[in-house]
C-alpha cells in the first residue's frame, strides 16, 4: 500500500490521481464541494488534467475578484488550510488563485486518496 505524498504541484497532483486511477474521483469531489459551498461549477468525467487546472484556476480568480464572501466560503468548506492561504502572496491576483487552486487540489486530492486507501 503506497503511503500519502503531498503533491508539490498541480501538474504532479493530476499525474498522481490519474497513476491511482483517482482522477474520476476526484473531479467528482471537486464538482460535490463547489456544489456544497453553493459555487456550481460542473466538470465533466471528460475534462482533461489540463483543462481541469486551467478551469479551477479561472473560476478561483473570478471568485476572488468579483464575490470574495462566496470564495471564503468555498475555503471553507473544502477544508483549505487557513495558514497555508495566509502565507500566500496577494499582490499578484493571476498568481494567487493559481496557488489557491493549488491548495484545493491538494485538499481534495487528500480527501479522495484517504477514502481509496481506507
Known amino acids: 500500500m503506497s503511503s500519502f505524498v503531498a503533491p508539490i504541484s498541480t501538474d504532479f497532483l493530476l499525474l498522481e490521481a490519474e497513476k491511482e486511477n483517482l482522477y474520476q474521483k476526484l473531479i467528482e469531489q471537486l464538482n460535490k464541494d463547489f456544489n456544497l ?9 471528460s475534462t482533461t488534467p489540463n483543462e481541469l487546472k486551467v478551469q479551477l484556476h479561472e473560476k478561483i480568480y473570478r471568485l476572488i475578484q468579483y464575490k470574495f464572501a462566496e470564495y471564503l466560503n468555498l475555503l471553507y468548506i473544502i477544508d483549505v488550510s487557513e495558514s497555508e492561504v495566509k502565507k500566500l502572496n496577494g499582490e499578484d491576483l493571476v498568481e494567487l488563485s493559481k496557488q489557491v487552486a493549488f491548495l484545493i487540489l491538494k485538499r481534495e486530492w487528500q480527501k479522495v486518496w484517504f477514502r481509496n486507501k481506507y
Not at 459551498?37 to 468525467?45: G, V
Open 37 to 45: 459551498a453553493n459555487e456550481a461549477i460542473d466538470f465533466p468525467k
